[in-house]
């Protein structure tokens, strides 16, 4: 294919190198996906275990009134400890694809690096769940994060929402339920690559609907497997498509990243924009030459590994942490 010319060169020799392979995501029927979803789960359960101290361990949780259990995957330090920094996470794949285990190699880096606790979400995913059965799970999960804080070594002063792409938007969707329901009390908020708007209106949508990873029409596959045929109607709550939201005062301060050569670059820059005129802390990274996912795909690349520090002092700001 032809890429932008804007791609950062480093990138674009490392995908040039190694084409990624292309999949229509588009077309593809409901047991396609599943198939799919099978075998990106076979190659994660056959990946070599990472070598790390970090303890890993599955639990099922209270789901959302009259739902069944939700999956939740727990990264702890090694040794005891108490009162530390927790991040509860939200795994990507466009609403439709994704577990907990995609993020094992990021989360135990934030666990090793900065000594905190991760609660990652295994949430059911679209198009046999519609909105709002993903976000419910979501705030299900952070709910009981929050109640076994003490349990789990947490500092509930200390507990951040974060997720990348879809992750990302659920993340903040679930953050707007912690303020609008009462709680739980959320610290921070780290929004990768968000998935926000279900519109499909933005100028980027049109300027990169070729884009590499994921293009227009994998992203209307995305939201029409959550929403249905409300999507980009007059009735989509925000708790779906936070964009959607006309107030995001007292939310908590926040981190949002994005490409410049994404679907979602617009949306997510209108939404920081939009965080920080309400009042709430933002800081916002615009990634020149960046595609979607670009630091998952490239880890070795500079625009990579300037990213995933930029992530992680804005972690360890928002913890209160040394160094």
């Not at 666990?111 to 993903?134: I, K, M, N, T």
């Not at 519109?199 to 929403?227: F, K, M």
Request: aromatic content about 6%; glycine content about 10%.
């Amino acid at each position: 294919m032809a890429y932008h010319p804007n791609l950062d060169p480093e990138l674009r020799a490392a995908i040039e190198a190694v084409p990624m392979p292309v999949t229509d995501l588009a077309s593809m029927t409901l047991e396609q996906l599943q198939r799919m979803r099978a075998q990106a789960n076979a190659i994660m359960a056959a990946a070599p275990r990472i070598e790390t101290d970090v303890t890993v361990e599955d639990r099922h949780v209270p789901g959302p009134d009259g739902a069944p259990e939700v999956g939740v995957r727990i990264y702890r330090p090694a040794g005891d400890g108490r009162d530390r920094p927790g991040l509860y996470w939200i795994h990507g794949g466009g609403m439709v694809m994704g577990t907990p285990r995609i993020d094992d190699a990021m989360m135990i880096d934030y666990v090793e690096r900065l000594g905190l606790v991760v609660v990652s979400v295994d949430y059911r995913l679209a198009p046999e769940h519609p909105h709002p059965a993903p976000v419910e799970d979501c705030y299900a999960g952070l709910a009981w994060t929050a109640k076994a804080a003490g349990e789990l070594g947490i500092d509930p002063a200390r507990l951040a929402v974060g997720g990348a792409s879809a992750g990302g938007g659920l993340a903040a969707a679930t953050v707007l339920l912690a303020r609008d329901r009462g709680g739980p009390e959320v610290a921070f908020q780290l929004l990768i690559c968000p998935m926000l708007d279900d519109r499909d209106a933005t100028p980027s949508t049109v300027q990169h609907a070729d884009a590499v990873v994921w293009n227009r029409d994998a992203n209307r596959y995305g939201w029409r497997a959550l929403l249905g045929d409300r999507v980009g109607g007059a009735d989509v709550s925000p708790y779906a498509a936070p964009a959607r939201a006309g107030d995001l005062s007292g939310l908590p301060p926040a981190f949002v990243d994005v490409g410049e050569l994404e679907v979602f670059r617009d949306e997510d820059m209108d939404y920081a924009l939009r965080l920080a005129r309400a009042g709430v802390s933002t800081e916002f990274h615009l990634y020149p030459g960046a595609f979607h996912g670009f630091d998952m795909m490239v880890p070795d690349a500079a625009l990579s590994r300037r990213a995933r520090e930029a992530r992680v002092a804005a972690l360890r700001r928002a913890y209160g942490l040394q160094g």
